[in-house]
């Protein structure tokens, strides 16, 4: 079953049960979907799915960051909330161990040798990735591997 399939029947379901925070939140990331195939008028594959969704987890943890120095208990504990809902609908994580080997044989195959090689790295790595790992993440290995 692919993302938009499972996003809808989530909706479904939270209807059906009476979760309104999982509804607000599905129908989010739902309207999101539609928005950026109505910009590209063409259905988006999971791939881009799984990047919006990582796109809204994001949003989040900036509001949370925001609500802590505002010191609002309350939006802290609504936006942890809707990250893990949104969670359930992302592939398995890859560990930062399989990241890092990852991001190793990649400057290897690219003989990449400094930080100005990042871009090389990047996009050996991306496709191989899959949205299995925060883009910030994957960036922060390899800038690291590549100044040791």
């Excluded at 059906?16 to 129908?27: A, H, L, M, N, P």
């Excluded at 504990?77 to 809707?82: F, H, L, S």
């Excluded at 990047?122 to 960036?139: C, E, H, L, Q, T």
Aim: glycine residues 4%; without cysteine.
């Amino acid at each position: 079953m692919d993302i938009k399939t499972q996003l809808t029947e989530s909706v479904k379901d939270a209807m059906k049960s009476g979760d309104e925070v999982r509804k607000r939140t599905v129908r989010m990331v739902i309207a999101a979907v539609k928005q950026v195939e109505v910009d590209k008028q063409a259905p988006i594959e999971d791939l881009a799915v799984v990047g919006l969704i990582q796109k809204e987890i994001k949003n989040r943890r900036e509001a949370i960051e925001e609500a802590k120095t505002a010191n609002r208990p309350d939006l802290i504990e609504e936006n942890e909330v809707e990250i893990k809902v949104l969670e359930v609908f992302l592939p398995k994580a890859m560990p930062a161990d399989e990241l890092r080997a990852l991001v190793q044989a990649a400057i290897t195959e690219t003989g990449a040798s400094a930080p100005s090689d990042m871009g090389k790295v990047m996009k050996i790595v991306m496709p191989k990735v899959a949205g299995r790992a925060p883009n910030d993440m994957i960036s922060s290995t390899v800038k690291e591997l590549l100044t040791k």
